[in-house]
DNA sequence: TGGGTACACTTAACGCCGTTAACTTAACGG
DNA sequence: CCGTTAAGTTAACGGCGTTAAGTGTACCCA
């Protein structure tokens, strides 16, 4: 009789439907959307009802992006799989994997870097669960290889973060194909294009390529002392 | 008589004072503490005066928004004069700017890089007058001098912003002191710190560094035709 | 001099919001 | 059978953005 409640919901029900309608919501219409009226009239209860899951509106929320971003961790794991260890192209996947799951699930994103909250509480615990752990072992692990420069792990993780995340948000509040600079003589027009068209800057700079690549692996072996940090 | 109003104020002074007054609540509290009432209790009027100066409140943290975004123009602007022409560091001295700008006005750039409206139509145009003019010179600049490689211009602007805006909003949405990763092992601290520890990172790649820097002139002559695009 | 008009506001109110308080109802344990 | 707890309910509070309608005042033109 434990599995069965008055409006035919097993138990612990409830509460997975209300953070199922707070994610739809938050999915179809963002934060302004979600309002505990509208996700408590989702699942079918009354708007207070919520409160005896959640202690507030924040917290919902912050369940709610907390879910996310274990699928988040899940999709980024599964998306350097199939690169070799120590490649550069397992990091340049971490970040393309990065950048897709955003562009899919915006509203998470538009949420968790609101930059709203005076107290991001919610981000504070992000690096460990949110990707940031395996960005830093493909680098660590490039960087064993000699694929990858070796300076100060934390350093270059922050430097691919920084230039993946800033692309995207800057495409995220200025709709790429809504600004009139980009588009037109420009090659990369979507986040996803841009973020490979940077490749060859990433790699080796904006003042020039290094070398010829017939001259690639002398090269990395010159490297290593004069370019640790 | 047209000069003074009844209340003591001139013609047009309401209007800069609501604008100042929400520039203040915005700098204090955020967007969430500037509501229309608290607003107009500061101004010394009614709430519904203000939509006779603004059509509702996104207008109004448009306008506020907009203004704070002359100053960086100007800002920016300052900060590349003392720099030559054609330097990498009158570029450095633009992602400098945009840092240092953002950290301390930093409630107009929670607001204007919110991703919070579904319509980011207060950025569509962002480009022209936020700097976005005055970085894609300095790089055509630095490009023309051979001090930087030639690639499109747009897409090395969009390289550096990205980099730095990244770097920005999310130093801002994880406040660095407070994530356990970084400040142990770790160099750099602030965010100005790291965007200075970019630096080799972003002249001369993730791979390596080019070349010494004896052999520096060659190099350049023979890069524009393989290094554009 | 007087009437009309436009402006610069005001008060009152609507509907929505997050949240709290008090109450009801049902199940369970001793 | 009683007490407790869980899982809700309804009613209400204060604050929000916004609209509608009213008020006074300055100005223009006949």
């Known amino acids: 009789m434990n599995s069965k409640e008055p409006n035919g919901r097993g138990s612990g029900e409830v509460e997975t439907a209300i953070l199922e309608a707070a994610r739809d919501l938050l999915a179809e219409k963002g934060l302004q959307g979600l309002s ?5 009239e989702r699942v079918g209860v009354s708007a207070t009802a919520i409160y005896h899951y959640f202690e507030n509106k924040d917290a919902l929320v912050a369940s709610v992006v907390q879910g996310g971003f274990h699928r988040f961790g899940e999709y980024i794991e599964q998306a ?4 070799p260890k120590g490649s550069l192209e397992r990091v340049r996947a971490v970040g393309e994997a990065y950048l897709r799951f955003a562009l899919e699930n915006h509203s ?4 968790l ?4 909250h005076p107290d991001p509480h919610a981000l504070e615990d992000l690096p460990e ?3 940031y752990g395996l960005l830093r072992q493909a680098v660590v692990d490039a960087m064993d290889a000699q694929t990858m420069r070796r300076v100060d ?3 270059m993780v922050m430097f691919l973060w920084s230039l993946t995340h800033g692309l995207l948000t800057i495409s995220m509040a200025c709709r790429i194909d809504h600004c009139p600079e980009f588009g037109k ?3 990369a027009h979507t986040p996803l294009e841009m973020f490979r068209a940077f ?4 790699r080796e700079g904006i003042t020039g390529p290094a070398a010829p690549p017939a001259a690639a692996e002398d090269r990395a072996e010159g490297r290593i002392a004069a370019g640790g940090q």
Request: net charge neutral.
């Open 36 to 40: 505990m009226r509208t996700v408590a």
């Open 199 to 202: 490749g060859p800057l990433v």
């Open 113 to 116: 870097f609101s930059l709203q």
């Open 129 to 131: 669960g949110g990707g």
């Open 185 to 187: 003589e420009s090659v």
């Open 80 to 83: 350097m799989a199939p690169h």
């Open 108 to 111: 998470y994103f538009r949420v």
């Open 153 to 155: 792990p934390d350093l």
